[in-house]
Every structure is written in C-alpha cells, then in structure tokens.
Nanobody, 114 residues
Framework: VQLVESGGGLVQYGGSLRLSCAAS????????MSWYRQAPGKERELVAVITGAGGSTNYADSVKGRFTISRDNEKNTVYLQMNSLKPEDTAVYYC????????WGQGTQVTVSS
C-alpha cells in the first residue's frame, strides 16, 4: 500500500489549494479515505472523510464550508479542495486509509501567511 500526497505549498490568507493523495496497492473504491492535519505542537486531527463510493462526506467543524473532500476511483486519488484558507490551517496534511491495517501518506506541508 502506498499513499502519496501532493499539492501543498505557501498561500496567502484567503487563498486556495487543492491537495491530492494518489493511492496504490489496494482496492481503492473499497475503502473510505480521510484527510488529517498536524500543526506544530498539536495533535493530529481529522479534517475530512469520504466513503468508498464517494456518496457521503464529513468534516471537522473548523473547515466546514471551506474545504471539500472528493475522490476519483478511476484514478485512485482522493482530493482536498481548500478555500478561504486561514493561518490556523497551517499544518502538515496527511491522507489515511483506515481498516484492519492503517496506512498514512508522508504528508504535504500547507502554510498560510497572514
């Protein structure tokens, strides 16, 4: 199993970024997928989750209305569209595959400047 995140970077307050997580090594559509983030000195927290077929999503209260999780099961990729970014969104963002064995990507840094 491999999860590779991309799309992070430096963006100004109010800007947007789209993160991608390319998955391989398992039947992608059979698993819900999640995005987490970890800011310096803080615990890793759940940002958003999407079911295997993509029909249901859930978000942390802090990102509701600003972030959108989606997936393309043909491309084995899950996305996180982040709009109206704030400095408090600065963190390393990880994708996660749950299940009997949990897998994490290596993370991608998102920095929002004020």
């Amino acid at each position: 199993v491999q999860l590779v995140e991309s799309g992070g970077g430096l963006v100004q307050y109010g800007g947007s970024l789209r993160l991608s997580c390319a998955a391989s090594g398992f039947t992608f559509s059979s698993y819900a997928m999640s995005w987490y983030r970890q800011a310096p000195g803080k615990e890793r927290e759940l940002v958003a989750v999407i079911t295997g077929a993509g029909g249901s999503t859930n978000y942390a209260d802090s990102v509701k209305g600003r972030f959108t999780i989606s997936r393309d099961n043909e491309k084995n990729t899950v996305y996180l569209q982040m709009n109206s970014l704030k400095p408090e969104d600065t963190a390393v963002y990880y994708c996660k595959r749950p299940g009997r064995y949990i897998y994490w990507g290596q993370g991608t840094q998102v920095t929002v400047s004020s």
